[in-house]
T-cell receptor, first 114, second 109 residues
Framework: SQTIHQWPATLVQPVGSPLSLECTVE??????LYWYRQAAGRGLQLLFY??????ISSEVPQNLSASRPQDRQFILSSKKLLLSDSGFYLC?????????????FGAGSRLTVL | GQNIDQPTEMTATEGAIVQINCTYQ??????LFWYQQHAGEAPTFLSY??LDGLEEKGRFSSFLSRSKGYSYLLLKELQMKDSASYLC??????????WGAGTKLIIKP
């Protein structure tokens, strides 16, 4: 069966510090991978998605970046965090089949920037 | 533009039935999803509709009308554990999901 791991679960970082969130998927090959951010009381905002190794699409220009060094690994990074980067970050994977792009989410990483 | 609308919050009684509505506008359409999200947790998939009509899955059912850009999630025999946010998302022509802000469902005994 497929599983998705995301870490760390919680982190508190000062403004201007770097960030690295990691996500790995097991039990599937060549998944589509996603990074979302969820602010309190708002819908999920797609930050990045990837359809293969080294292929990253950015949906929202900001101080975040993503990389996919391996087929089932997706990393979200920042060189200098802003206060506005606080939020709940979710990694997800999907395999497009029969027209249904069903997303399976990791447990999430709650980031507080102070 | 692309947009999803759903109520911000609803309250219902344990054992009752509740219907959560969702209207959508997307560039192309490849289906409508409902996800459940408990506080502090990740969303989990509930249902997917791509054709008009009702899909039933246990206590939960989801309905779609493509001509009206409308869907609803119906929850029967409500239990306290159903207290959660319910997210509506529509898949556009590129199979990207457009998300609503979610409906927080409060269940009272």
């Amino acid at each position: 069966s497929q599983t998705i791991h995301q870490w760390p679960a919680t982190l508190v970082q000062p403004v201007g510090s770097p960030l690295s969130l990691e996500c790995t998927v097991e039990g599937t090959s060549n998944p589509n991978l996603y990074w979302y951010r969820q602010a309190a009381g708002r819908g999920l905002q797609l930050l990045f998605y990837s359809v293969g190794i080294g292929q990253i699409s950015s949906e929202v220009p900001q101080n975040l970046s993503a990389s996919r060094p391996q087929d089932r690994q997706f990393i979200l990074s920042s060189k200098k965090l802003l206060l506005s980067d606080s939020g709940f970050y979710l990694c997800a994977w999907s395999v497009l089949g029969a027209g249904a792009n069903v997303l399976t989410f990791g447990a999430g990483s709650r980031l507080t920037v102070l | 533009g692309q947009n999803i609308d759903q109520p911000t919050e609803m309250t219902a009684t344990e054992g009752a039935i509740v219907q959560i509505n969702c209207t959508y506008q997307t560039s192309g359409f490849n289906g409508l999803f409902w996800y459940q999200q408990h506080a502090g947790e990740a969303p989990t998939f509930l249902s997917y509709n791509v054709l008009d009509g009702l899909e039933e899955k246990g206590r939960f059912s989801s309905f779609l009308s493509r001509s009206k850009g409308y869907s609803y999630l119906l929850l029967k025999e409500l239990q306290m554990k159903d207290s959660a946010s319910y997210l509506c998302a529509a898949s556009d022509s590129n199979y990207q999901l457009i998300w609503g802000a979610g409906t927080k469902l409060i269940i009272k005994p």
